[in-house]
Nanobody, 127 residues
Framework: QVQLVESGGGLVQAGGSLRLSCVASGRTLSSITMGWFRQAPGKEREFVATISWSGGSTYYADSVKGRFTISRDNAKNTVYLQMNSLKPEDTAVYYC????????????????????WGQGTQVTVSS
């Protein structure tokens, strides 16, 4: 079992930056593929970024590529999402997700590929 807790969301103006954190507990993060998803009101949950268990491979949605960076610190059991050049359309609840590496190694993901989810953190970008 893996428990995930996100933090770092908030209100920011367009063009600004935020860094989200996701702390995992229950199992060592080094055996887990991690992802970030987001869900805006009235829309389905969508893929944002994935990072492999080692951190050697990362994948991004086209809408965030070049602006967002996913990273991990396995010693701290933490995954980060650095978000730069934020746009109003980035406004959503952001969720951290996890799955053991032997079930899924990473890619441009769908929510069904992940087994564990955090409670989400709200990101609001004003124009």
């Amino acid at each position: 079992q893996v428990q995930l807790v996100e933090s770092g969301g908030g209100l920011v103006q367009a063009g600004g930056s935020l860094r989200l954190s996701c702390v995992a507990s229950g199992r060592t993060l080094s055996s887990i593929t991690m992802g970030w998803f987001r869900q805006a009101p009235g829309k389905e949950r969508e893929f944002v970024a994935t990072i492999s268990w080692s951190g050697g491979s990362t994948y991004y949605a086209d809408s965030v590529k070049g602006r967002f960076t996913i990273s991990r610190d396995n010693a701290k059991n933490t995954v980060y999402l650095q978000m730069n050049s934020l746009k109003p359309e980035d406004t959503a609840v952001y969720y951290c997700a996890a799955v053991f590496w032997y079930r899924y190694q990473g890619g441009k993901s769908t929510p069904s590929e992940y087994d564990y989810w955090g409670q989400g953190t709200q990101v609001t970008v004003s124009s």
